[in-house]
């Protein structure tokens, strides 16, 4: 399915060097944020105190948060959990405050509002398991990162393989300069998008990399350039339905879903934006610049060029 089709090829590697500079510009900015600023962490990483409340009828979640922060808590989460009438809380840990007192201290103030109000359960999260989720979650990151390169490297070549994933840490490491510059709250559920954002990125990366293997099997007397650019751009309209599509469902998340997928939301459109960009100039102008060539991919069978326009081109009987 096609919403257009581009006769002439646009020539996206003759300005690959230009948007490489940005990209690694914008790269750099990310990994300096990561380090002055840091990511502003959630409760799970951090430790505090999480609390689990019942209403008699459907709970107002933003009536319940703005009661919380007015009593001194930053970076209250706030959430319905399981059905409307129960609301989670996380609150983070406090110094000289202990999870007991914390979590009375909101009781009476949900009380005060609604002496309906009960508390079902309450536990505390400590900074060990705050240091554990976090270790996990890097440990997540490394096994996607690895089993996309082996993929890769099996079903492509070694320098696609390479290419990909530089264009997809790239992806991540630019999500994660946006939450650490505005200093966005870094949970679980960010933590998730970033993984499908690397799942997601590499998608576009496979689509551009099996059309460039395709095109060098039916155009022998193209070079590698034009190859990668005709295969980039046969492929814009694909990229335009299904990245769009996609798009379209994460910002109803982004508008509409509240604060609790707010930043889930977030990071998965930075993360399709820059997934795009990366796939068409980071990922294939590495492949590029690494050489890639048609005996990486193909191997002579002696076959004769094939017509561009001829609609049985690449058929097999």
């Known amino acids: 399915m096609e919403f257009f089709k581009i006769r002439r090829d646009i020539p996206f590697m003759e300005n690959a060097l230009i948007f490489n500079v940005i990209s690694f510009l914008t790269f750099a900015a990310a990994v300096f944020f990561l380090v002055t600023r840091g990511l502003h962490l959630s ?11 019942g209403y008699s009828q459907p ?8 009661t919380v922060a007015g009593l001194g808590f930053a970076d209250v989460q706030v959430q319905n959990f399981g059905t409307s009438r129960d ?9 000289g405050v202990s999870s007991a007192q914390q979590s009375e201290k909101v009781l009476s103030a949900l009380k ?7 508390l079902r359960r309450t536990e505390f999260v400590g900074p060990q398991v705050g240091e554990e989720l976090a270790t996990d979650g890097l440990k997540a990151l490394a096994m996607v990162v690895i089993g996309i390169m082996v993929y890769l490297a099996f079903r492509f070549e070694w320098k696609f393989a390479v290419a990909a994933i530089v264009a997809n840490l790239h992806d991540v490491v630019i999500i994660l300069g946006f939450f650490a510059y505005f200093q966005w709250e ?15 990125s590499v998608n576009e990366s496979v689509v551009i990399f099996d059309r460039i293997r395709e095109n060098f099997r039916r155009y022998r007397k193209m070079n590698t350039v034009q190859i990668i650019d005709n295969a980039i751009t046969s492929t814009i309209s694909r ?20 604060p609790t997928l707010h930043y889930f939301a977030l990071a998965l459109t930075i993360g399709i934006l820059f997934g795009i960009y990366s796939s068409v100039f980071v990922a294939a102008a590495i492949a ?18 094939e017509d561009p326009n001829d609609p049985n081109a690449g058929a097999a009987v």
């Open 112 to 118: 005060a509002e609604d002496p309906g109000v009960t």
């Open 239 to 258: 990229t335009i339905i299904t990245h769009g599509s996609t798009q379209i469902m994460v910002l109803s998340m982004l508008l509409f879903g509240g």
């Open 87 to 95: 609301v989670l809380i996380r609150l983070p840990a406090q110094k």
């Open 288 to 305: 590029m610049w690494l050489g890639i060539k048609r005996e990486d991919l193909v191997k002579s069978s002696g076959r004769k060029e």
């Open 59 to 66: 709970a107002d979640v933003e009536r319940v948060r703005r």
């Open 43 to 53: 409760v799970e990483f951090t430790g505090g105190t999480v609390m689990e409340v």
């Open 186 to 200: 870094f949970s679980l559920a960010v933590l998730a998008a970033v993984l499908a954002v690397l799942g997601y």
